[in-house]
């Protein structure tokens, strides 16, 4: 109950600086992004004030059944919104998840969640977390009951959605707003592109190396034409485990939504950007170090029923690349990651400022 007081007493002062009846209902500003594709529709519709509210949500502990956990309690910010360095994270009772906790950014352009793309859209995402028993363990409704009787969260949603009754729709709503401004756009490989920075040598290198169809052929999978997201968003199987049928995975990823053999496997091509951040990698964090993933893809790329057509090299065990190789696309690599996107103070924990 005291804690409850602290977080009234803070959010009373964040209403006071900010969160004025004017600012809230207007357009939250997103900011300019020249090499990105176009803001999809779905950013219409954001306020200044939803955002303020959803990160508020994001923070607080109040959507988990004993209030121990945030979904910051999994998803840092100075993670990239990961649970680094954990491989899986724990939720409530210490009960441990299924795989490797995804970084969060740049979602607006995601056509789907979760490593299996289970859930259609960024919404719909935050209903999973809440009810799952072993995340949040909570019912919607008591969610909801609980943050009506606060009085400053009520005061927050009458000025961001009016007399509607606060409910499951609502929250979630809220948190989207503020997970659509999660845009990392500003890594050196973003200034790079806008001619503001230079590669060094190795990163130049490397940038050949990454897109050359005989060596790393990495930005087939990890991006699609110069756009800077880091995936295409497709499902793949890269060749991370020798499985002799489809039936034969230990996680059938993409297959078990589905519901077709063909995809039992594969998972959502993640990201390349804010690397530097999110170790472990692969939807079973399998890998510590970025030095790791590309010995991977180097040596041992292994065969499987539903391999991407992609991965051609397998019968070889893959790029076969020379330590000095190596070395540059991890230097590449590392410049798409954004030490502005994981310090922006606009994305921090309200709770402590
Ligand atoms: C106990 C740890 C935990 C908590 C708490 C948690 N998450 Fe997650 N989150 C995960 C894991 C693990 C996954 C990946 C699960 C999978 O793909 O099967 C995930 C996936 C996601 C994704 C999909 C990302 C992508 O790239 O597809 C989003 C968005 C997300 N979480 C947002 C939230 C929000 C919002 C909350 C709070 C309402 C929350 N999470 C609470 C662990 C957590
Ligand atoms: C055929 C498509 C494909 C190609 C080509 C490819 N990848 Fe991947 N990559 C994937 C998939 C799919 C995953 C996730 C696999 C999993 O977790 O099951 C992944 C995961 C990764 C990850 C882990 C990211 C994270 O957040 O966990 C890194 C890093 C990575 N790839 C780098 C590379 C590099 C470097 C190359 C080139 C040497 C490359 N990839 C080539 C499909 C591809």
Redesign the pocket.
């Known amino acids: 109950m005291y804690k409850y007081g602290v977080v009234a007493l803070l959010l009373a002062v964040s209403l006071l600086y900010g969160f004025g009846r004017h600012g809230a209902k207007r357009p939250y500003r997103f900011p300019v992004l020249t090499f990105f594709p176009a803001l999809p529709g779905e950013a219409e519709g954001t306020t200044r004030g939803g955002v303020a509210l959803g990160r508020m949500l994001f923070y607080d502990t109040i959507l988990s059944r004993d209030s121990s956990i945030a979904c910051a309690s999994c998803h840092k910010q100075w993670a990239a919104f990961s649970d680094a360095p954990l491989a899986v994270s724990r939720g409530i009772d210490a009960h441990v998840q299924r795989r ?1 906790t ?2 969060l950014f740049n979602m607006m352009w995601q056509p789907a969640f979760f ?1 299996d793309g289970r859930a259609a859209n960024i919404t719909e995402q935050v209903f999973h977390p809440v009810r799952d028993a072993g995340e949040m363990g909570m019912m919607w409704t008591d969610v909801a009951a609980r943050i009506a009787g606060n009085k400053t969260y009520r005061q927050m949603f009458r000025t961001v959605y009016g007399s509607r009754p606060i409910d499951s729709t609502l929250i979630a709503d809220a948190i989207a707003q503020f997970e659509r401004t999660l845009i990392s756009y500003r890594s050196k490989y973003d200034r790079v592109l806008e001619g503001l920075d230079t590669f060094t040598r190795d990163e130049a290198e490397g940038f050949l190396l ?1 897109n050359d169809m005989t060596k ?3 930005l ?3 991006t699609s034409d110069s756009d800077p997201l880091g995936t295409t968003f497709a499902y ?3 060749g ?1 485990d020798k499985v002799a049928t489809a039936g034969g995975f230990r996680d059938a ?1 993409r297959g078990a939504v589905s519901g077709n053999e063909h995809d039992n496997g ?2 959502r ?4 950007r804010n ?1 530097a951040f ?1 170790a472990p ?4 964090g399998r890998y510590s170090t ?1 030095e790791q ?2 010995d991977f ?1 180097s040596d041992s790329v292994q065969y499987s029923p539903t391999i ?1 057509t ?2 051609g090299l397998v019968h070889r065990g893959g ?1 076969r690349l020379n330590a000095d190789e190596k070395k540059k ?1 991890v230097a590449f ?1 590392l410049t798409m990651s954004d030490t502005a996107f994981v310090h922006d103070l606009e994305f921090g924990n309200p709770f402590v400022r």
């Open positions: 490797n995804p970084p490593w990454v790393g052929n990495c087939h999978c990890h793949s199987n890269n991370l990823g594969k998972f091509i993640p990201s390349i690397l999110t990698y692969m939807h079973d970025l993933v590309v893809y991407d992609k991965m790029a696309i690599l």
